[in-house]
């Protein structure tokens, strides 16, 4: 009887489901980083295909935190704004652009109150600090039961970066990014990250609106069609 290869278990910041190769002691979860003890109790996972589908079709399935507003109703909108207080790369606006972005989508354009996500690194609230983490999970709330006739909303304000494209999927070598709060310490989202949980996930008829307030953010969302804008206001897609 063949030894199982892997056990299946749940990240302990996040929910996303992992698959552990035997005999480890603990497991970094490839959504939000975080180092997990391994439960011996996980359910088994039996070879090299089941060890693989386990980890490529369950990653990113995190669970919203219990902070966050109850995913309903046809308008949805993730807010991030981030100062980076007390830093060498703090920015005076990005909180005040996503207080100004909640009351336009309120008042203009119809979105309840309580179907906006806001993070900002004033918020006390642990879950609605925008980490790495938070960040990544806050999207998949975003995204979560969508269905034809939605309109969804994500914004980002504040840093934006740039590092080595490691797959091979752009033609400057260089994938974009967005920096969390504590992105020195857990890294930035790159653009790969961006299209997984927020873009891939969308069901025919869902129209998501991206508004990203950062530097090299153009392709940031790593969509398959770039606009031009030419003179004369003069667009075309390449």
Not at 74 to 92: F, H, M, Q
Request: aromatic share 8%.
């Amino acid at each position: 009887q063949n030894k199982p290869l892997a056990i299946a278990m749940e990240c302990g910041q996040c929910g996303a489901r992992l698959a552990v190769t035997r005999g480890a002691s603990s497991v970094q979860c490839a959504h939000c980083r975080r180092a997990t003890r391994v439960e011996r109790h996980g359910a088994v996972v039996h070879g090299a295909v089941g060890f693989v589908r386990s980890v490529f079709t369950n990653i990113g399935r995190a669970r919203p935190h219990p902070g966050y507003p109850p995913v309903y109703g046809n308008k949805r909108a993730l807010l991030v704004g981030i100062n980076y207080t007390g830093t060498a790369a703090e920015l005076p606006g990005p909180i005040n652009d996503v207080k100004c972005m909640s009351f336009l989508l309120t008042l203009k354009y119809g979105f309840p109150s309580d179907c906006i996500l806001v993070l900002t690194d004033e918020e006390r609230d642990p879950y609605r600090r925008p980490t790495r983490a938070n960040i990544l999970v806050a999207m998949r709330w975003l995204v979560h039961g969508c269905s034809s006739g939605d309109s969804l909303v994500f914004h980002f304000s504040g840093h934006g970066d740039q590092e080595e494209d490691k797959d091979g999927d752009e033609q400057d070598g260089q994938d974009e990014s967005i920096c969390p709060l504590d992105w020195q310490l857990n890294g930035a989202i790159v653009d790969d990250e961006i299209n997984e949980a927020i873009v891939r996930p969308l069901v025919q008829g869902v129209r998501l609106h991206a508004i990203i307030d950062a530097c090299r953010s153009g392709t940031v969302l790593d969509l398959p069609n770039l606009c031009q804008i030419k003179k004369y206001h003069c667009y075309y897609f390449q």
